[in-house]
């Protein structure tokens, strides 16, 4: 599966921002899907995670309660809605496909990534 994720861009503290990532091939309901966030000089860091089937989710700390993951899997597409941005969250966003424990207990070794949207916020 090929990943290709969009809809970052500048927004104001308090604002919101909804990325999506669109998945070629015919196995994208096969992947859990993640998003991950990475800034310069720190490693990439998971941010949320939806099963394959969509009927699970799991957060970050960081950003609970502010982030929804979502997927519609007729569309082939993960989302990441983001409420509530603060200029700790601006970073460059990717999604990512693999096994839920890859994605959420190892959050390494993941094997198909998008190719990262930026997210910025201001103060």
């Known amino acids: 599966v090929q990943l290709q994720a969009c809809g970052g861009g500048l927004v104001q503290a308090g604002g919101f921002l909804r990325l999506s990532c669109a998945a070629s091939g015919r196995t994208f309901s096969s992947y859990a899907m993640g998003w991950f966030r990475q800034v310069p000089g720190k490693e990439r860091e998971f941010v949320a995670a939806?099963?394959?089937?969509?009927?699970?989710?799991h957060y970050a700390d960081s950003v609970k309660g502010r982030f929804t993951i979502s997927r519609d899997n007729a569309k082939n597409t993960v989302y990441l809605q983001m409420n509530s941005l603060k200029p700790e969250d601006t970073a460059v966003y990717y999604c990512?496909?693999?096994?839920?424990?890859?994605?959420?207990?190892?959050?390494?070794?993941?094997?198909?990534w998008g190719q990262g949207t930026q997210v910025t916020v201001s103060s």
């Open positions: 990512a496909a693999d096994s839920w424990y890859t994605i959420v207990v190892l959050a390494a070794g993941i094997g198909r």
């Open positions: 939806v099963t394959e089937s969509g009927g699970s989710t």
